[in-house]
């Protein structure tokens, strides 16, 4: 594992000694180099590594996986709106990169729940960084407050909850197989069970407390989308999942509670996405529905349940992040993001219109994407836990396919606008971003049973 740390904190060599000219194509090989590495070391040991530190199993393993993989194509992406600015901006922009990298990788591997913990709020600072000083518009700081703002009040009673668990068990290393406390002496258990998950459940965002996303997303450059949707918001998930062994007696009524505010938060942030005229509004807020399917796969608590929230957090991850990233790249082109301009985008962007079928596709849950089998194993544990949430969550699918059929089709047919110059085609960096999308879920598409945990 320090090897590891070590080839990551190298890149910080790279970007200062790298000659400006060539500063993005060698933090990108680096990066790329990198996580080729980790990917075959992650390999190699099979998803099956314990130490006192860290530790590696069929959870961590590919949520690290990701966000190791995914890492080259945010430099990649924010390429053509940064080589503008001082070259001494663009190194701090990488190495800002690099940093929140370090930290949401390191926290998907820690065994230990204090050490995961700071890497859970360390990895607040790059991010916040990212959002304030390289977002678009003013209200990009309102945005990091909110994000803030929000992750705080979460990260205090979480915080008080390890203190006061070490200090009775002397140990915070939880385990998949075995858990290593009992909440059977605890004289509040439903607010032990809320101070363990607040900070996981607004960072997912559960319903209820997803007003920071929505604006975090819009407002944050590519990169910082790319980064919150794909491994940022999967923190959430990987904390319900790895705790979740710590409550050895569910608390049946504040799971039960939690669990109908996700689905009723499904099905209207589900709605809602057909009353955006934002584009990357409408991807962020199609993220908040899926994120809730992923509480409500944790909060199942068996084994089909977690390997429905993992493969969900994985499709989404890929998914999203694409969405967001075709999304700029029509931006850079037209200069706008309301979808009612970006009409006929197909007759302008042929080829970026095979690309935004194939991961509508991937979004709307298509047979045999891996949001499909995430979705399939939903549906089986939703319907052992009850029959209603089953309902409403069938009901979903149809706004899944409204939604995203509304998407594309807002964006690549009717008639192109006149006041929109034909723009240059998309090149073969963002052909290039798309397909590092693209290889892992078709990877997941022929090994299905890759992320059973």
Known sequence: MMMMLIAWSSAFVTIMVAPSKKLWLYSTVHGLLISLFSLLWFYTNGFNMNSELFIIDKLS????????????????????????????????????????????????????????FVFFEASLIPTMIIITRWGAQHVRFEAGYYF??????????????????????????????????????????????????????????????????PKAHVEAPIAGSMVLAATLLKLGGYGIIRTSTLLQVPLYFTALLCM???????????????????????????????????????????????????????????TSSALFCMANTIYERTNSRTIIILRGALVIFPIAGAWWLVFILYNMGFPPTPSFFAELFVFVGTFHWSKIGFTFICFILILTTGYSLYMLSSTMHGPIPLHIKVPQQFVIREQSILLLHALPALYIMLNPYALII
């Not at 002496?185 to 996303?213: C, Q």
């Open 61 to 116: 393993g590919p949520l690290a996986v990701l966000s190791c993989w995914l890492y080259p194509a945010t430099l990649m992406a924010s390429l053509s709106k940064l080589m503008f600015e001082p070259v001494f901006r663009q190194r701090v922009y990488i190495a800002n990169a690099t940093l929140l990298q370090i930290t949401t990788t390191l926290a998907f591997l820690s065994a230990d729940l204090m050490l995961f």
């Open 148 to 213: 803030t703002l929000y992750t705080m009040i979460g990260s205090v009673p979480l915080l008080a909850w390890l203190l006061l668990s070490y200090s009775d068990y002397a140990t915070l290393k939880p385990s998949l197989e075995a858990p290593i406390m009992t909440w059977h002496t605890s004289l509040h258990p439903t607010y032990t069970w809320l101070g363990l998950n607040a900070a996981f459940l607004i960072k997912l965002p559960m319903y209820g407390f997803h007003l920071w996303l």
């Open 260 to 318: 109908t505010i996700a689905v009723i938060g499904i099905t209207v942030s589900a709605a809602m996405c057909f009353r955006q005229t934002d584009l990357k509004a409408l991807i962020a807020v199609s993220s908040i529905s899926h994120m809730n399917l992923v509480v409500v796969a944790a909060l199942l608590h068996t084994s089909w349940s977690f390997s429905a929230a993992t493969t969900m957090m994985i499709a989404h991850g890929l």
